[in-house]
């Protein structure tokens, strides 16, 4: 990838004791690996840059034996400098109190490099817990961590908590939440999303980054997980199909995708034979619900997916329900997802022409962004 692309993703560190789950987060989130493939990894042992495709550049980091950041020939300022969210992942289903402190060394050295990073922890594995202890554990160690800090003196640095695990949406959401504070036009996004809402009909919209499906931005009317699961999982219908029938099917985008210097279509995973059918059986119920009303319910009349003319994926799904979605390519990385009523969805023309204009309006926000970039480096040439 360009430097400047790059330098343009939220960054993204994931670290964490041996066997908390780091490599499965990983893979089922970039690389779309069944939750019970994970059982068969071989734990992390060193520093594992992935180069993912993807809106995010995501890093995994593993302690192997003692890692000191104490030890002056440990480059801290490499590793933090440029960071911007840590993640750490805490296994909930074993003895914490080594991640603990762990997590607290860790975040007193990132500190000390870089103040401007934001600090997330993942409760993770909590598909084995039930509700009540989920809630005394976040509570325990939500108060251990914050008391040590503030013992610490580090009382203003902000930890932010979330209950993880990779048999569910949970994942996903967090790691949606993540990225969200990485962005700073998130508040001009969201405006964006809010205007094409309101003048088009949509009862709500996503802007997903396609190869993770996490969600980068929303419009500002809540989001009920149900929404978000069948937007994700429309991700996962139109990846398959155009996997599947490639060229054929989505022409119109696989000849954009073609220009790519790497020649490879962004959107289509490698390892997309790796999932299996036993994914939504094992995927809990929730989501195993959506998939299956989803098929049932739904006419999927439109597919495969429909092409506009100008290079761009497209997709329409009808559903047994009087629901539509709506999915458009923006970019290279994000696609709009879209949930409005059949009824709405009678004016496609005005629907199509308001995405168009949010399109433009998120090439210009981004441009800006560049542009301001190239400033600054001008100016700190001179
Ligand atoms: P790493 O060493 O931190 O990379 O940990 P791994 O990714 O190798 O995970 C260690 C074990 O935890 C594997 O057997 C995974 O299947 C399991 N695991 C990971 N995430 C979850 C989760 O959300 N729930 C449960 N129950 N197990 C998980």
Redesign the pocket.
Known sequence: LADEDRESRPRLMLM?L????????QRVVFHKMSPTE??F?E??SKINKDNIHSFIDFQVW?FPGQMDFFDPTFDTEAIFGEVGALVF?IDS?DDYMEALARLHSTVVAAYRVNPNITFEVFI??V??LSEDYKIDTQRDIQQTTTDELADAGLENVQLAFYL????DHSIFEAFSKVIQKLIPQLPTLENLLNILCANSGIEKAFLFDVISKIYIATDSSPVDSQSYEICSDMIDVIIDISSIYGRAAIGAKSQAYLEDQDGQEEWSRPDIDSRSDDREASNGDNHSQAVATGSRAGSLSNLPTQTGGNHEAFSVIKMGNGTVLYLREVNKYLALICLLRAETFEKQGLIDYNVHCFKEAMDQVFELKRAERNRREMEANQ
């Open positions: 964490g041996r066997r908390s789950g780091k490599s499965s987060i994970t059982l990894l734990s992390t593993d992942v289903q993770h594995k598909d084995g993880t695990s990779i048999y």
